[in-house]
């Protein structure tokens, strides 16, 4: 698999760490990856050619907005409870599947030959249901969202919230008093219309870059 969007790294310094950039049209890179009826026959089992695959031991989260703007969250779900908070609204994350399915492994041995530290260097999957939301968050980490289905659009901060984060932040759970502690800390967290805004639209073969410290949310 090649990241040619990354420009063998020439262009990364244009980017990294700076802004937010979208990459259309990367068909080769999300053509590589499986379906998400694919990705789930990986992790429940499949049965072809009088051959049963077993299920993979992966872990999956799962989270949904509730309407008074708090998040739901449920941790380490088996693929019944999975199955069951999908259908509820829920989104589901899974855990790195690079040790387990070729196309991902592929992606991340890419990646690596890009960033190097391959101990660095997660996947994540995600599946949504229609009309579900995320939540308003700034990571510690860089992301790069690969959409593979679907649309999805992102809402992201132009503004940086905090510089040189130590941990990931969700701001519904934030409290006052836990900015004034972080601003004590000498870190001074922006709220988020301090920082802007500039909204994302991504179609299957799009790919989107988050640097750290930037507020992101995504709508389905």
């Given at each position: 698999?090649?990241?040619?969007?990354?420009?063998?790294?020439?262009?990364?310094?244009?980017?990294?760490?700076?802004?937010?950039?979208?990459?259309?049209?990367?068909?080769?890179?999300?053509?590589?990856?499986?379906?998400?009826?694919?990705?789930?026959?990986?992790?429940?089992?499949?049965?072809?050619?009088?051959?049963?695959?077993?299920?993979?031991?992966?872990?999956?989260?799962?989270?949904?907005?509730?309407?008074?703007?708090?998040?739901?969250?449920?941790?380490?779900?088996?693929?019944?409870?999975?199955?069951?908070?999908?259908?509820?609204?829920?989104?589901?994350?899974?855990?790195?599947?690079?040790?387990?399915?070729?196309?991902?492994?592929?992606?991340?041995?890419a990646a690596t030959e890009v960033f190097g530290f391959p101990e660095l260097l997660a996947i994540t999957s995600y599946l949504s249901p229609s009309r579900s939301a995320g939540v308003l968050h700034y990571d510690r980490q860089h992301n790069f969202f690969i959409q593979k289905e679907g649309v999805k659009k992102w809402r992201v901060a132009k503004r940086p919230a905090v510089k040189n984060p130590y941990e990931n932040l969700v701001y519904p759970g934030a409290t006052k008093s836990f900015f004034e502690k972080m601003k004590k800390r000498g870190y001074e967290i922006l709220l988020p219309k301090d920082c802007g805004s500039a909204t994302y639209e991504l179609h299957p073969g799009d790919i989107l870059y988050i640097p750290p410290r930037v507020l992101s949310l995504s709508r389905n």
């Open positions: 698999m090649k990241l040619d969007f990354l420009n063998q790294g020439i262009d990364l310094e244009r980017y990294w760490n700076k802004k937010t950039l979208h990459f259309r049209n990367q068909d080769a890179v999300g053509a590589a990856l499986p379906t998400a009826d694919r990705l789930i026959g990986h992790i429940v089992g499949e049965f072809s050619s009088n051959e049963w695959a077993p299920s993979l031991d992966v872990n999956i989260n799962a989270s949904r907005l509730q309407e008074d703007g708090t998040t739901s969250q449920l941790m380490n779900l088996d693929i019944q409870s999975a199955r069951d908070s999908y259908e509820n609204g829920f989104s589901l994350c899974f855990g790195d599947l690079s040790t387990s399915i070729q196309s991902v492994s592929d992606l991340k041995d």
